[in-house]
């Protein structure tokens, strides 16, 4: 898996299709999304129950039945609270090269600032095909698409107040970031952090706290649990091998941060996901 200043390890698409979609419930080994950013434009629909949002710094909650655009680039995290959610992704750049001159510009202003999203036939058919993908779904998808940006272009969406928190000021967190996820395997000190965030020690700490609510050595443990309930997803190797390779030197320390973070065991963790 490779990250980009912070950016997010799943390829949300294919060579061949630009676009792709998941469902998240409880279930999900990233329910609760840490901090991440990637390059594609994201939509997401709360199907149950609540997602607390927070983007660049600003917060915004979703309820039952609504709808966000999050912009490529934003740094995102998300607190779901009993929720199902659906995210469909795209290269933004890529579905709308069909468009040319002015049109292209006015269609761009879309997705460059987060929105609150109406429901819309054209939406959920949209979503319908990219989550079905039967066969020829591609042209449904794109027909989709495009009747949105069309309906959009009629009656535009409304946008979310400028977000405050600028990209000159998420450079050292992303520098951090990066650092986390290119080293969690190892022992890694809160000295090492703040030095690849080109921060000192005593500020990066209220920095980062500051930007995400959480201290760097959280955000590492948590990142760290992630990778290992993929692995408990994916892979055969024993609990105590997966805790290891994941940077976690104690084996109870292990089952107690990942009890806290999915309600249940590792070991149960993953008999529930071969029963999914």
């Known amino acids: 898996m490779i990250f980009h200043l912070c950016r997010e390890a799943i390829s949300h698409k294919t060579e061949q299709f630009p676009m792709a979609f998941y469902s998240v419930d409880h279930t999900h080994p990233r329910y609760q999304m840490i901090h991440h950013w990637h390059p594609e434009t994201e939509l997401v629909a709360v199907r149950r129950g609540t997602l607390r949002l927070t983007l660049d710094g600003s917060v915004v909650t979703l309820k039952e039945g609504q709808f966000i655009l999050i912009p490529s680039g934003t740094v995102h995290s998300g607190i779901p609270s009993d929720c199902r959610y659906e995210c469909a992704v795209f290269d933004r750049r890529a579905v709308l090269n069909i468009f040319k001159g002015s049109c292209y510009l006015q269609v761009k202003q879309f997705f460059l600032t987060p ?6 036939p054209a939406l959920e058919r949209w979503m319908n095909a990219l989550e079905k993908q039967e066969t020829g779904f591609e042209a449904e998808v794109l027909s989709a698409f495009y009747a949105l940006i069309s309906q959009w272009m009629k009656n535009p969406p409304n946008k979310l107040p400028a977000l405050p928190c600028r990209k000159s000021r998420l450079v050292p967190f992303e520098q951090a970031v990066l650092y986390l996820q290119e080293h969690y395997k190892e022992q890694i000190t809160l000295k090492d952090i703040a030095k690849a965030s080109e921060l000192s020690e005593k500020y990066f700490g209220e920095y980062f706290k500051n930007l995400t609510g959480e201290t760097p050595v959280q955000y590492l443990n948590k990142y760290r649990i992630e990778q290992s309930a993929e692995a408990l997803k994916e892979d055969e190797k024993s609990v105590t ?8 030197n104690d084996l109870s320390y292990f089952i107690k941060t990942f009890r806290r973070h999915y309600g249940i065991s590792p070991g149960a963790y993953r008999k529930q996901q071969k029963r999914a």
């Open 115 to 120: 929105a609150i999203l109406p429901p819309s």
């Open 241 to 248: 091998e997966i805790a290891l390779e994941c940077g976690f």
